[in-house]
């Protein structure tokens, strides 16, 4: 594959060409304009801009017409003569008749026909700022829960199961660093303030080279960086929460800075209030954004963005929580004459947790775990010519784990002082793809990523008597690792990806993709949403990558002119090294977690299709998933296959938003899920006095469907041509019609009755939620 990449490069590379190169940004705010097209009238030829903004097209030389395009702005016309290599950097006005609507995609009108990637999806924050919010708070993921094949990992949860793949799965990536737990208020929110945040993509399939980690999908968000025209601000103030945005020049157009909080008050209102629950109580989350972007000339950018964030739980003296994220990003953007661009990063991303129990008495303790990573990586875009776009890069990772660390107050305490062996591992890669056009209706984006991982000391292993069922009662010795010392096997793996996109028509093509995701982190719960003390660990002697091939083929079409998107896809994936737990698995405070897993393989198949109008009026997306998971893991259920915790067999969203005139907008949500799988007890029976149940075999019930309504608009107070001003009111109603959809069912005994069993439903939301927010931008 190499060598017919390298080959087909050097096929089309003629002489008497020159370049054109430069930055397309936003004219009102310098921000970067992502994905915007520039296209060649006469030669019909283009490309389009990359993550920051830049592009680059080589043409022969010759007079043309220049075109630079991108939705909710004014396309750009300039006649050039193009006698050598130029740099022509635009900044592109917005098209406020247009910026009224709804608009769902920021590319070209048809880019879901012409572009290659398939089971990818952008969203631009002004869609999911217009839709409902809960409590106030406008989410991106509980907006990407919306879209197909993405469903929900509960009520209370930001976990993502995607096309049947687990919370841990997906590839979270703020401003390239990752955030390993995405939620505030045990998953009600997530930590991403949509009012810091530029462009969301998410990957589900034909997964792009330079992407790699983790099993089933990339979701790569990015932050704004910053208004280097004028200084500004935006915020809301909402019954839950506010929010305020910062950002302008330090120096204008070269230097620019944003600052973003957040933060909930429900404790200070409830206090003052003089709610007793909350009187020794504590209850928030807060959120730190900022950036800066420096540009020190045409061929050299710099940025630095970072992230904190933490939630505070505190009942009284009984107990506290408290968890939170942080990263920092530093990038260098450098030019190198004008096809080749490089970004290099220097990554740092924690993620930590605190519980325990204050005070000296019996049951004081203090519990904390923690997951660190320092990156470094380069990455290359060498824009060869009009049919190939090269990209190629490195990248290392030093992953620290503290799974856990026990420390008491006194001498009293129930509990001992102790500490979980630590795990360090080195994660690398190499990759390399192409993106060739090689015809006016046929692409191929195709390359290979080469993965190293290893597990480095200090640390401990246990030896088991058979270290294919290691047994907790069977530890021979236990192995002692130095600083640095490699610790088992390296697992090497070959990551082969590939994309094809046949244009059957100007509104129409089809496409395909296969890839391969190998992922060495692990998130050990038994739990079916991911909570904050769940803890991560490497792979390692006794746990194995999890290994995922997916195949997919969709038929995309677009109806008149652009208003309506339609899709369908299918897929099929094929995992092994699949983790589940024992029956009665011990995760907490377990040096010997590898007694408790278990391995096996997987299958998840499905078909999504999606209708989606971006423009009028009315715009949104219907969007519909059929799906079946399943593991086959010998140990449980006698071997034989039986539904993953991620199975959904159906879930439909229906997405709507109506701008009735340059005030009043109106929008819906309605979602229907499958039930998640779980076990009933089939019979039961007493040890000395208490009730024990014996349970079907594994997953094979369901609790009650789901379904929410949620409502909501927004009023924009009358503009002002001569102010910069804006205002607007959100009222919001989640759950509109009171559903007590169950979170799980559990039995219980009758307390009358002993001899008789109850099952108790568990409902997080069971009633209409209102929200009201005031937002206000300048």
Do not use: C
């Not at 990558?545 to 969709?554: E, I, T, W, Y």
């Not at 991620?646 to 229906?654: A, I, K, P, V």
Request: aromatic share 12%; proline share 4%.
């Amino acid at each position: 594959m190499m060598l017919l990449l390298l080959l087909s490069i050097g096929v089309v590379v003629q002489a008497q060409n020159i370049t054109l190169s430069g930055y397309l940004r936003d004219a009102s705010n310098g921000e970067a304009l992502i994905g915007a097209t520039v296209y060649v009238e006469e030669l019909k030829q283009g490309t389009a801009s990359n993550a920051y903004g830049f592009y680059s097209l080589t043409i022969p030389e010759g007079s043309y017409t220049l075109q630079v395009s991108f939705i909710g702005y004014k396309t750009v016309k300039q006649k050039i003569d193009a006698r050598e290599s130029t740099n022509i950097s635009l900044s592109l006005q917005e098209n406020t008749e247009v910026m009224e609507e709804i608009i769902v995609s920021g590319e070209a009108a048809n880019a879901n026909v012409e572009r290659i990637e398939m089971g990818m999806e952008k969203l631009p924050v002004k869609t999911i700022q217009k839709l409902p919010a809960f409590m106030g708070e406008v989410d991106i993921i509980r907006t990407i829960q919306l879209l197909p094949g993405i469903q929900s990992g509960g009520e209370a949860s930001s976990g993502l199961y995607v096309r049947g793949g687990g919370p841990d799965e997906n590839l979270m990536i703020l401003d390239e660093a990752p955030v390993y737990n995405a939620s505030h208020l045990m998953g009600f929110f997530s930590v991403f303030n949509s009012n810091a945040i530029k462009d969301i993509q998410v990957y589900k399939s034909g997964i792009p080279a330079e992407y790699g980690g983790k099993a089933s999908s990339v979701i790569d968000i990015r932050q704004k960086d910053g208004n280097s025209k004028q200084f500004g601000f935006d915020g809301g103030i909402g019954n839950l929460s506010s929010r305020l945005t910062l950002e302008g020049p330090i120096i204008k157009d070269k230097w620019s800075f944003l600052l973003a909080g957040r933060r909930t008050y429900y404790d200070i209102l409830g206090k003052a209030a003089g709610l007793d629950e909350l009187e020794d109580n504590t209850m928030y989350f807060y959120d730190l954004n900022g950036k800066s972007n420096l540009v020190i000339n045409n061929n050299n950018r710099i940025y630095l963005s970072g992230y904190m964030g933490e939630d505070v739980f505190e009942l009284g003296e009984s107990m506290y929580m408290r968890w939170g994220n942080a990263t920092a990003t530093a990038r260098w953007n450098h030019i190198f004459g004008d096809k080749i661009f490089m970004n290099i990063s220097a990554i740092f991303s924690n993620y930590d947790y605190k519980l325990g129990v204050p005070g000296d008495n019996a049951d004081n303790f203090d519990w904390s775990s923690r997951i660190k990573d320092y990156n470094g990586k380069a990455d290359f875009t060498w824009f060869a010519n009009p049919q190939n776009t090269v990209k190629f890069g490195v990248n290392t990772i030093r992953h620290e784990f503290r799974p856990g660390k026990i420390t008491t107050n006194g001498d009293n305490s129930m509990f001992s002082d102790m500490e979980l062996a630590h795990y360090n591992a080195i994660e690398s890669a190499l990759y390399l793809s192409n993106e060739q056009k090689l015809s006016d209706r046929f692409s191929m984006q195709y390359g290979v990523r080469l993965s190293h991982f290893q597990q480095v000391g200090k640390g401990e292993v246990n030896i088991y008597a058979d270290p294919e069922n290691p047994d907790k009662n069977e530890i021979i010795e236990t192995i002692s690792y130095g600083k640095n010392d490699k610790i088992g096997d390296a697992f090497v793996h070959l990551e082969p990806r590939f994309s094809m996109k046949y244009t059957l028509d100007r509104n129409s093509s089809v496409k395909g993709s296969y890839n391969r995701m190998v992922q060495n982190l692990h998130l050990i719960s038994n739990t079916q949403s991911p909570t904050p003390l769940d803890i991560w660990l490497p792979s390692s002697t006794y746990i194995k990558p999890l290994k995922v091939d997916q195949v997919s083929l969709g038929y995309f079409r677009n109806f008149q002119q652009n208003m309506y998107e339609t899709s369908v896809e299918v897929y099929y994936k094929d995992m092994h090294n699949v983790l589940d737990y024992i029956e009665g698995a011990e995760l907490f405070l377990n040096d010997a977690i590898e007694t408790e897993l278990l391995h096996g393989s997987g299958t998840s198949k499905g078909l999504e299709a999606l209708v989606k109008k971006s423009k009028g009026k009315l715009t949104g997306w219907v969007g519909y998933t059929w799906s079946k998971t399943e593991r086959e893991i010998p140990g449980i259920n006698n071997g034989n296959p039986y539904p993953s915790s991620y199975d959904r067999t159906h879930d439909l969203s229906l997405v709507s938003s109506y701008q009735l005139n340059d005030r009043w907008n109106f929008a819906a949500n309605f979602v229907y899920a499958t039930g998640n799988p779980t076990s009933y007890p089939v019979a039961k029976y007493y040890v000395q006095g208490n009730q024990v149940y014996e349970y079907s075999a594994r997953n094979s019930n369901r609790i009650p469907d789901y379904n929410r309504l949620d409502l909501s608009f927004t009023y924009d107070f009358k503009k002002n041509a001569n102010r910069r001003f804006k205002q607007s009111i959100n009222v919001s109603v989640y759950n509109v019609y009171g559903r007590r959809n169950a979170y799980s069912i559990t039995p219980e005994a009758n307390e009358d009755n002993p001899n008789q069993t109850e099952f108790i439903r568990l409902s997080i939301i069971g009633a209409p939620i209102p929200s009201i927010t005031y937002n206000f931008k300048f």
